[in-house]
């Protein structure tokens, strides 16, 4: 069974830095592309950040310059650095795993970590 968990989440200053890491256990395909949703309060989920097998990153328009996502993969874990951040990075950040379209699997997600902008 898959499961992803999330860590590092908190309350931190506007201006400040937050990594959140995110630990696969169970068999998932290394060709899984990993990646950030996050949801604030009364608003939809939205795409923070993924990473393709290869390496290949791509950032939401509102955290591009401020967010950095990588993977370790001897650790199977996935990372967001998040640095410059401002109250309406407010939200829970969630992590996923979705196979690519020519592989046939699931998506999965953790729970969620909460992350709070404020001061």
């Known amino acids: 069974q898959v499961q992803l968990v999330e860590s590092g989440g908190g309350l931190v200053q506007p201006g400040g830095s937050l990594i959140l890491s995110c630990a696969v256990s169970?068999?998932?395909?290394?060709?899984?592309?990993m990646g950030w949703h996050r949801q604030a309060p009364g608003k939809a989920r939205e795409l923070v950040a993924t990473?393709?097998?290869?390496?290949?990153?791509n950032y939401a328009d509102s955290v591009n310059g401020r967010f950095a996502i990588s993977k370790d993969r001897d650790k199977n874990s996935v990372y967001l650095q998040m640095n410059s951040l401002k109250p309406e990075d407010t939200a829970v950040y969630y992590c996923?795993?979705?196979?690519?379209?020519?592989?046939?699997?699931?998506?999965?997600w953790g729970q969620g970590t909460q992350v709070t902008v404020s001061s």
């Open positions: 169970g068999s998932i395909s290394p060709y899984y592309t």
């Open positions: 990473i393709t097998f290869g390496g290949s990153t």
């Open positions: 996923y795993a979705e196979p690519p379209t020519w592989l046939d699997g699931g998506v999965y």
